[in-house]
């Protein structure tokens, strides 16, 4: 199964934030144990990278995005991811920018905690504690 992360997923894990850390986090393990495969887009990265930076230092942030990359897939937000976005015309256009890339990784899920904010998704959208209630924390 591939599912698609948005930041916000990523972000509740790498900065702990509580009460969503916990199944954001399940996620993640079932990727780095590759009973899942796990995408996110290439901006996601660069806005992590920009967060991280502020709280633990550069050093620090580029190290827990190089062990993060070592089992996430990153799509690229190339023309036509911007150009399908635009299409959309969605109220936020991170959002279509963020739907387009999970349908170009022909993703099953993609897993944010914004459901409202993908009503439009060609990919089914659910949070990770949906995620983890339909398929458990030992999907496949």
């Known amino acids: 199964m591939k599912v698609f992360l948005d930041t916000n997923v ?3 894990v790498l900065a702990n934030r509580e009460p969503f850390v916990a199944d954001s986090a399940a996620v993640l393990s079932l990727i780095e144990a590759r009973t899942l495969e796990g995408f996110t887009a290439a901006h996601s990265i660069t806005t992590l990278f920009y ?10 942030a580029r190290k827990v995005l190089m062990d993060l990359l070592r089992v996430l897939e990153v799509v ?7 150009f399908q976005a ?3 015309d969605w109220e936020d256009f991170e959002d279509a920018v963020q739907a387009s890339c999970a349908a170009k990784a022909e993703v099953d899920y993609l897993l944010t905690r914004d459901r409202e904010g993908f009503g439009g998704s060609h990919v089914p959208v659910i949070s990770p504690a949906e995620f983890i209630a339909l398929h458990g924390r ?3």
Request: hydrophobic content about 50%; glycine content about 4%; overall charge negative.
């Open 86 to 88: 635009l299409a959309m």
């Open 51 to 60: 967060l991280l930076r502020r709280e633990v230092g550069s050093v620090r």
């Open 138 to 140: 030992d999907a496949e």
């Open 76 to 82: 690229a937000v190339d023309q036509d991811r911007i």
């Open 10 to 12: 990523i972000l509740d």
